[in-house]
């Protein structure tokens, strides 16, 4: 999950873009957020509580080889 907004991100969103990801809250728990960005203004919601899986597809195909 993310520490904080994804800055960068949120500023390069056109007319239209939408970013969803699981951003770590205060309290440690994780909250799947969705950031769109219409007539220019950024929309923020948060959505229900996730827990962020790692990855591990790559560490599994490098473990087959």
């Known amino acids: ?14 007319t239209g873009g939408v970013l ?3 951003l770590r809250r205060a ?3 994780q ?3 969705r950031w769109e960005q219409r007539d220019g ?5 948060e ?6 899986g790692v990855d591990r597809s790559s560490a599994r195909a490098a473990a087959a080889s």
């Open 1 to 14: 999950a993310l520490d904080h907004e994804p800055t960068p991100f949120l500023e390069a969103l056109p």
């Open 20 to 22: 969803v990801a699981p």
């Open 27 to 29: 309290d440690g728990s």
């Open 31 to 33: 909250r799947l957020v």
């Open 41 to 45: 203004v950024l929309h923020r919601s």
């Open 47 to 52: 959505h229900d509580e996730v827990t962020y």
